[in-house]
Structures are given as structure tokens and as C-alpha cells.
């Protein structure tokens, strides 16, 4: 049973690496300047990327506890950047984020992958996976 626990919790740490290393790239490599509503996303995914593998190397699932609130919030976070980009009704009382609108679209790949979307979809692999983590926790230890 615990392999299974500590498959969960590599794939969600792989999950917030390829997030994190994928924001590098679009920062780094190609040159987007993060609005402020990504700052805030990347300080909710760069942890993860310690947390969960600081409970693979200890087997301590309970990170999942932890993992799963920095995931729901960046879901919310990034539900609502997301809606700012696409919704007309957000994007005309969107916050200005300063330099970069957070309204902009470095990216939108086949009409609907943005760089919130990305970050949206990685933040609910890793909650899946950590609740599934705290599931499979609590049905071993009854």
C-alpha cells in the first residue's frame, strides 16, 4: 500500500516541478514578464516542489496535508486569472497588476491554454493527488 502512497506523492512532485520549471522557461528563456497574479501562483507552486519532495525522501505522506491547501488555493488564484483573461465581464474590473495587465496572453494555445490555465491544471493534479495521498493514509491506518 505505501508504494502506492509514494507514487501518488511522486507525481504530484513531478507535476510541481514541470510547473515550475515550465514558468522558468516562459520567464528565463523566453521572456515574459509576470504579472503580479503569476508572482503569486509561482509563490504557492515553488514549494511544492520542496514540500513534497522533502515527504517522498522522510515517507512522510502527511505532506499531503500541506500540499493539498497550497493547491486549492493557487486552483482559486489561478480560476481567477484565468477568468480575467477570457471573461469579458472580469477583464473590465481586472486589477491592474502594474507593468504586465494580468489580462495579457503570452500564450493561448488552441484558443483556451493560457499560462494561468497551465498553472490551474497543475494545481489540480497535485490537490487530486494529495487528497488521494490522505485517503490512502487514513484507510491504512484503520
Known sequence: ????IENTLLIAWLTSLTAMLGSLYFSVIRQYEPCT????????MYPLV?????????????VALYSLVFS??????????????????????APSCGRVPCTGQYINWLGFI??????FTAFLIIAILSYITLRMTKERKE
Not at 1 to 4: A, C, I, K, L
Not at 37 to 44: G, I, N, T
Not at 114 to 119: G, Q, S, V, Y
Request: hydrophobic share 55%.
Open 1 to 4: 500500500m505505501y508504494n502506492r
Open 37 to 44: 497574479l503569476c508572482w503569486y501562483q509561482r509563490m504557492l
Open 50 to 62: 520542496i514540500i513534497l519532495l522533502i515527504g517522498i525522501l522522510k515517507k512522510d505522506a502527511s
Open 72 to 93: 486549492i488555493i493557487g486552483l482559486l488564484l489561478s480560476s481567477y486569472h484565468y477568468a480575467n483573461q477570457k471573461l469579458s465581464i472580469f477583464a473590465e474590473v
Open 114 to 119: 493560457t499560462i494561468p490555465f497551465l498553472a
